[in-house]
């Protein structure tokens, strides 16, 4: 994602794809608008929150939701799986995330790729979220 700049003159304000700090229409101060180091280190938080929490369910529970123990869980082997995937992709967003973020911080930019990859992962765990919630029968 490129960097914005925007004209500080609200008569003019102009908004150019590059850095700029005097505006080419008005000759007036820009400042820039977009990816900020703060959002790398929420980026990385957030990353690593994602990728240890789906790390840990995939190892805590992983085994369980791959071979079900009929008494600690009432699923189809089926539904193991997908819950079991389900921790996995949760992982692999704090991975992308983690790395989106790393990436802004050293370059300015994030990566168009990681966000990309994030926001594929993501679609991919709402609908399996929305397959669970409206396609699955309740096994209770
Ligand atoms: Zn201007």
């Known amino acids: 994602m490129a960097t914005l700049s925007v004209c500080d003159n609200p008569a003019c304000a102009v908004t150019v794809e590059e ?30 929150f994602l990728l240890g929490a789906g790390g840990a369910l995939s190892l805590f ?26 921790f996995v992709l949760v992982a692999l967003m704090g991975l992308a995330g983690l790395g989106n973020g790393i990436h802004l911080m050293r370059t300015g930019q994030q990566s168009g790729l ?13 609908l399996m979220a929305v397959y669970i919630i409206v396609a699955m029968p309740k096994s209770a």
């Open 61 to 86: 529970l992983g085994p369980m939701m791959l071979n079900p123990d009929p008494a600690r869980f009432t699923g189809s082997p089926a539904q193991g799986r997908l819950f079991f995937s389900l």
């Open 114 to 126: 990681l966000k990309i990859v994030t926001l594929a992962l993501g679609a991919i765990l709402v």
């Open 19 to 48: 850095k700029r700090d005097i505006c080419p229409k008005c000759g007036g101060p820009m400042r820039r608008v977009g990816d900020s180091p703060a959002r790398g280190i929420v980026l990385l938080i957030t990353g690593l």
